[in-house]
Every structure is written in C-alpha cells, then in structure tokens.
C-alpha cells in the first residue's frame, strides 16, 4: 500500500502549505459574515452548505462498507460516529441556518466539495483496507474528546444561529465557550475530529483531523479580528480558538 501512503503524505502537505498560505496572506473565504461579490458565480448559502459536506458524508461510509474489512461492532462505531456529525453537517446544519437571502461563491463549494472528496476517501479507504481496528483504552479517551468536541461545536453552532434569529444584525456572542474564545465552534470542531483520530488510530484519520486545524485555525483567526473591528466594545481578553493561548 505505499502507493497510498504516498498519496496520503503529500496530501497532509498540502494541507500544511495551505494553512501557512491562508495565515501569511490573509485571504478571507468570503462566505458568512465575509460574504462579498468579488469571487464570481454565487449561489444560495443553504444549498452551498449541502453540496460542501456531501461528498463527506456519501464516500466514507460507502468506501468502508464496500471494502473487504469485517463489518463488526468497532467499524459499526466509528461508522456511526462520521455519520452522526455529518448527517448533521450536510442535512440538518443548512435548515436550521438564519441566512436568508445569503450567498457564497461556488469556487468555495467546489474547493470544499473536492476537500471533503478526498478526505472522505483516504480515511476509509485505510479502515477498509489497511487497518486492523479493535476495541482498547484508545476507544473510550477517544469517544470522551469527540463528544465533547461535538458539544461545543454545536452548543456555539446554536448560539450564533439564535442570535441571528434574534437579529438581524450580528451580535457579539456571550456565555459558553464565547467566555474565552472568538470560534468555540470551530474549537469544538477540531477536537472533535482529534477524538474521532484517537479511535480510528490511523495516518488517514489524523490526516483529516490535521486538515479540519489547517481550515478552520485561519477562519477563527479572519473572525476574531473581525468582530474586533465590528464592536469596539470587543472583549480584549478573549482568545481567538483556544482557551487561553490562543
């Protein structure tokens, strides 16, 4: 299987030249609260948001499941798990979304369609070809950091969507995680795949968790200095995604 790992490998480069791009050039992914017209052909942001996460939640699981590994309970797990925050992600995620009328640009949904594609692919292709998954000590410290993980994603995720319903103009975020940091949804995130890495414990996995930092440490980065733009009474103290470093 070295073909794979080859692959897989300079996959994860490319992921770490695209964080360092994103933090040394500031490039602002205009969607959101960053949405403008100037990256061409746009399109609703629900719809957006659909087509982004799909390829996750399709290639994975169909990969695995195709694959000649014993469906037993570890892969019942792990399968249940991706499923659980994509079926999320992709399905529930964009209608409960405030943002009417919003659009993002379709060089986005395509950028992100293709890094769902391939992140899909490499990870289940190494738990349905290549790794032999067990049950260990592993599995429960893993769970433990996912789930929580998944609680401040969505948690944060339900508090910015209430303000939004709320009003119509963004508000400055306050109790939870917000306490400490700008993005405890994008906090949540990443120790959440970091959980999901530590149960599969394989080179794909936390290939993908590496890749979910790379992504989204730039995005806090584009928020926090934001909204410290936007609201002069800004709290100074709070971090940007990681409680009290960062």
Not at 31 to 59: C, Q
Request: proline share 4%; net charge positive; glycine share 6%.
């Amino acid at each position: 299987m070295g073909w794979f790992y080859n692959f897989l490998f300079l996959w994860i480069f490319i992921g770490l030249c695209t964080f360092f791009y994103l933090i040394f050039s500031k490039t602002i992914a205009p969607y959101g609260r960053h949405s403008n017209s100037d990256w061409g052909i746009t399109i609703d942001n629900k719809w957006g948001w659909f087509w982004m996460e799909l390829p996750a939640l399709v290639v994975m699981p169909l990969i695995v499941l195709i694959s000649p590994v014993e469906k037993n309970e570890i892969i019942i797990l792990i399968l249940s798990l991706w499923i659980l925050h994509y079926f999320y992600r992709t399905i529930l995620f964009p209608i409960k979304l405030k943002t009417k009328g919003k659009k993002m640009p379709l060089v986005i949904v395509i950028s992100a369609f293709i890094f769902n594609l391939f992140n899909g692919f490499f990870v289940g292709y190494e738990i349905g070809n290549i790794s032999q998954l067990d049950f260990g000590i592993n599995t429960l410290i893993g769970l433990i950091i996912f789930f929580t993980g998944m609680y401040i994603n969505r948690s944060s995720d339900n508090k910015l969507i209430s303000l939004r319903k709320e009003n119509k103009e963004y508000q400055i975020p306050q109790g939870g995680m917000f306490k400490y940091i700008s993005c405890p949804n994008h906090f949540g995130e990443i120790i959440e795949w970091f959980g999901f890495a530590i149960i599969v414990f394989n080179v794909g996995a936390l290939s993908f968790a590496f890749w979910t930092a790379f992504n989204l440490i730039p995005r806090a980065m584009n928020h926090h200095n934001w909204y410290k733009k936007s609201f002069v009474e800004y709290p100074k103290e709070r971090k940007v995604v990681i409680p009290f470093l960062f």
